[in-house]
């Protein structure tokens, strides 16, 4: 029988255990192929999964370190090294130094799916020390930025192996966008693992270019429903503003950032709900409050953590049970699971449960 996800009064945080049915799921559900690559969700009605996705694999990986990190627990180890490992060994192109999408022949590039599997692989490098994901990390660093990096913008896509922009399109993540920072982030970690002072230049050039056009998009659109989907990607770009929270214009968007974010989710979230953005928004705040950027507002940030719990699912199916819904349009859930979705619900309510314990410690390296 298909479960549903659980229901909480908004006032409660989290119920028993997310963190481990989640991360069960992640180990269990036959979300992650035995190749170690994962695939882009579930359709719950079809009972199958789609094919395995090179991008959703990254967050995966980190998801999997992360989890490692806080339990202690050797099978999310393996099953993190098994996810990099075939990022390093079937979706790396060694000629084009590169990943391409989804291993497709034929397909381009996304400057995005790069910037987030490098994020990974260097969870895992820091997990385990095997220097093979530093150094696929390292080199796909260098060719984000020869392939995607202009003076006054990012592509977000590319062709190959001719490595040609593709035709931007009015839609968020066919065109340049504050959004991209988030993946930017790969070169300031580069930066950080390797010294080389190059990825470091990258990294401020993206932040420049982001924080130049970011008030802009949002609404971004006049289609209200898809202004939900549009949080989800102004909040990458939150994310990546938690790097530099000693710069007080950083400082100031991020206030700025998280109460718009805020304002357009409770508005939207009757009609259209993503778990991941409350999820996103939720480690922002947190992380924003410990490092002296902006206080917690405590009812908020509560409000979002039961929220979060209410997309977990609960059911006899271990395919879903553990996992977090994609979200909910009206009263109806959407029917997948989402190993992206759930890999943010986990961590953010994790996190929001060592607050409440007085143990929480901003940790940027760590963010899924």
Not at 24 to 37: A, C, T, Y
Not at 83 to 94: C, H, P, S, V
Request: net charge negative; glycine share 6%.
């Amino acid at each position: 029988m298909q479960g549903l996800p659980v229901q909480v009064d908004k006032e409660c945080t989290a119920p028993a255990m997310p963190l481990r049915r989640a991360g069960k799921w992640l180990l269990d559900s036959g979300i992650q192929e035995p190749s170690g690559g994962v695939a882009r969700y579930r359709l719950n009605a079809e009972n199958r999964t789609l094919p395995i996705s090179t991008e959703i694999t990254g967050y995966a990986v980190s998801a999997l370190a992360y989890l490692a990190q806080v339990t202690s627990d050797d099978a999310y180890s393996q099953a993190a090294r098994r996810g990099a490992d075939f990022l390093i060994d079937q979706a790396w192109n060694k000629q084009l130094e590169t990943f391409p999408f989804e291993c497709a022949p034929g397909a381009p590039a996304y400057f995005f799916d790069c910037g987030i599997i490098i994020r990974g692989l260097l969870a895992v490098h820091r997990l385990t020390g095997d220097v093979r994901y530093l150094d696929v990390a390292t080199r796909a660093g260098r060719s984000m930025a020869r392939d995607f990096l202009t003076p006054t913008a990012i592509h977000p896509v590319i062709s190959l192996p001719d490595r040609q922009p593709w035709p931007y399109e009015k839609r968020w993540s066919r065109e340049p966008g504050c959004f991209l920072l988030k993946s930017s982030l790969a070169w300031l970690n580069l930066f950080r693992a390797t010294g080389e002072r190059q990825f470091e230049t990258w990294w401020e050039q993206a932040l420049q270019q982001s924080l130049a056009s970011w008030d802009s998009f949002l609404p971004g659109t006049g289609e209200r429903l898809k202004i939900m989907d549009r949080l989800h990607a102004h909040c990458y770009f939150l994310e990546a503003l938690l790097a530099v929270p000693e710069r007080p214009e950083c400082a100031e968007t991020l206030r700025l950032g998280i109460a718009k974010t805020s304002y357009y989710l409770r508005d939207i979230a009757p009609n259209f709900a993503r778990s991941d953005v409350y999820a996103q928004l939720l480690r922002v705040r947190l992380h924003a409050d410990a490092l002296g950027c902006a206080p917690l507002d405590r009812s908020a940030a509560r409000e979002e953590a039961a929220a979060i719990a209410s997309f977990q699912y609960d059911s006899g199916d271990p395919h879903l049970d553990g996992g977090y819904a994609f979200g909910r349009r009206g009263a109806d859930w959407l029917p997948f699971v989402n190993p992206v979705s759930t890999s943010f619900c986990l961590q953010a309510l994790e996190q929001w449960r060592q607050y409440e314990a007085g143990q929480f410690e901003a940790n940027l390296d760590a963010l899924i």
